[in-house]
Structure formats: structure tokens, C-alpha cells
């Protein structure tokens, strides 16, 4: 891989993504300035993850003690699909018809703590996710990630990724799997 | 308890994000009442206040357990589309992925 230029900014630490588990991270400082967000890492994510209805990884800082880390990011996963009507799959989509519905994975809630904010770490976030899916796509037909965007300024954040809007769902967005395999492609 | 509710007609999408045109009107169970007038001198919050925050808790969460999304034929067609021609990266997730990688991406 050819050596690139510095992209974030010098002062951001080297992070990890883990499995969240409550044993070994501290969520309790967590504030990404969006209280529902806040909310539920502090008391539902652990409900959500007993149930099997999603899953949360956790960004936290390489050099601080692995037996208890700070969390200074999360994003939560689970499975997704937008179903067919069915007036439409009888003669319509000819290729991908015998798909109903949809396979998707679903990053439901993605916030980073307001401490880390400015540093490029959100991108950092949202790639960790995309790689995430990209792994499960090898086990679990999967054609693409559905955000769910907790206000506009998250969808012009995921927008500018390149993730493209739905026009009459403006808050959900999506971004097709085979799009960022191309972007994590050696380009030489 | 009676709920009312209506949206007046508003002359652009800008004003619905800026301003509070909604306005709610419901009755509660004098327990219930009682208790919400607890949580206001627990929390020193306006009674506004704190029930405008616990609709936004349970409207997005009711929003999130959603696990399906029926779309409209257009955006069906856009998804599909987008499935079968997937669009090139474009130059900021190419940057956040070179980030990424600096920043401790596994190998």
C-alpha cells in the first residue's frame, strides 16, 4: 500500500473497535450531545443485545488499559429489509425480483462522544461500521446499509460519505455493500 | 384520556423544523397527573419540557424497532438501481477510509 498523506488530525488517538460488553467498558461518561443517543448506551443497549435484536461495537482508545476502556464512540447493527409490493415483483426487477424483500443491515444509532468530536473520528466510525457489514455480507446475503439518521445534520453527514438519501424517507439512507468493497480495493 | 391533535398548514418546509406549530391537548388520570408533577419539582424542569423530551425518546424509538421499510416505487427503483450499478466510492469515504487505516484499522 502506497504511503498517504495525514488525514485526521495529529491529536486523534488510535482507536479499536470491540464487541460492546460492560465488563470492560466504561459508558458511563458517554455524552455525544444528542440525549437520546446518550440515553440508550447508558440503559437499553443492554436489553436490545440480551433480546438478539441488535448489536453494539464500541470505539475505544488503543492505549488505555484493555480491562476497562472509555468508550469514546459507538454504533449498533442489526438486520433489515425493505420488502417488495406485490404488484410490483410479478413482472418488475427482473434481476434482482427473485430478492424480496431486500437484504439489508441496518446501523440504527452511530454517535460519538463530544470530547472526540472534530478529529475525524465519526468517519472513522462510519468505515469501522461499513467493514463490519462487509465481514457478515461474506455469511449473510446482504446488498446494502441502511442508516437511520437522528437529524438532518447526521444525514448530511452520511450524505457526504456518499450515502444516498431516499426521496420520500429523507431521514433513512443507504449505501450499497459492493460500493465500498470497491472503495476498500487496493487502487494499485 | 382524550388526545387532540392538529397540524395548521404551514407555507414551507423550513418553517415545520424551526417552529412549534403542533400543539397537543390530553387529559390524564389524576395518578398519572400527580406523578408528573413529582418528576417537574424533582427535576426543575417546565412540564413542557419534560414531556416534549419523553415523545422524542419513545418516537424514535418506536421509529428504530422498525426492522422493515416499505418504500415508495421510486425510491424501490433508486435501491434496486443502485444494487445492480453500484455507484464508484466517492472522495470523502475514499479519505475517511485512508483516515480509518492511520487511526488502527485492523489489518
Known amino acids: ?188 | 384520556m382524550v388526545i387532540q391533535s392538529h397540524r395548521p398548514k404551514l407555507s414551507t418546509e423550513r418553517q415545520t423544523r424551526t417552529t412549534k406549530n403542533r400543539r397537543i391537548a390530553f387529559r390524564l388520570t389524576d395518578e398519572l397527573g400527580a406523578q408528573l408533577d413529582r418528576a417537574v419539582a424533582l427535576t426543575g424542569r417546565s412540564q413542557t419540557d419534560l414531556i416534549t423530551e419523553a415523545i422524542a425518546d419513545k418516537a424514535d424509538e418506536v421509529i428504530r424497532a422498525q426492522r422493515l421499510l416499505e418504500l415508495t416505487d421510486r425510491d424501490m427503483d433508486a435501491l434496486l438501481a443502485a444494487i445492480e450499478h453500484p455507484p464508484v466510492p466517492n472522495a470523502a469515504m475514499l479519505r475517511s477510509i485512508a483516515r480509518w487505516r492511520e487511526r488502527g484499522a485492523p489489518a
Request: net charge neutral; proline share 5%.
Open chain 1, 1 to 188: 500500500m502506497k504511503s498517504s498523506e495525514p488525514t485526521g488530525r495529529a491529536d486523534a488517538p488510535e482507536v479499536v473497535v470491540e464487541r460492546l460488553d460492560r465488563a470492560h467498558h466504561d459508558c458511563s461518561r458517554f455524552s455525544c450531545g444528542k440525549a437520546p443517543l446518550d440515553h440508550y448506551l447508558r440503559e437499553t443497549v443492554e436489553r436490545d443485545q440480551d433480546e438478539r435484536t441488535a448489536v453494539a461495537y464500541v470505539l475505544v482508545d488503543k492505549d488505555q488499559p484493555a480491562k476497562f476502556r472509555r468508550v469514546i464512540g459507538y454504533f449498533t447493527l442489526n438486520s433489515f429489509a425493505f420488502p417488495k409490493k406485490q404488484a410490483r415483483r410479478r413482472d418488475q426487477d427482473r434481476n434482482l425480483g427473485r430478492y424480496n424483500p431486500v437484504p439489508a443491515v441496518l446501523l440504527g444509532r452511530l454517535a460519538l462522544d463530544e470530547a472526540f468530536q472534530g478529529r475525524g473520528l465519526g468517519s472513522v466510525l462510519v468505515v469501522s461500521a461499513l467493514t463490519q457489514v462487509l465481514t457478515l455480507s461474506e455469511q449473510l446475503g446482504t446488498a446494502v446499509v441502511v442508516v437511520h439518521a437522528i437529524d438532518d445534520e447526521a444525514a448530511s453527514f452520511y450524505e457526504h460519505q456518499g450515502f444516498m438519501r431516499f426521496r420520500d424517507e429523507p431521514r433513512h439512507l443507504y449505501y450499497p455493500l459492493a460500493t465500498f468493497a470497491a472503495a476498500l480495493a487496493p487502487t494499485e
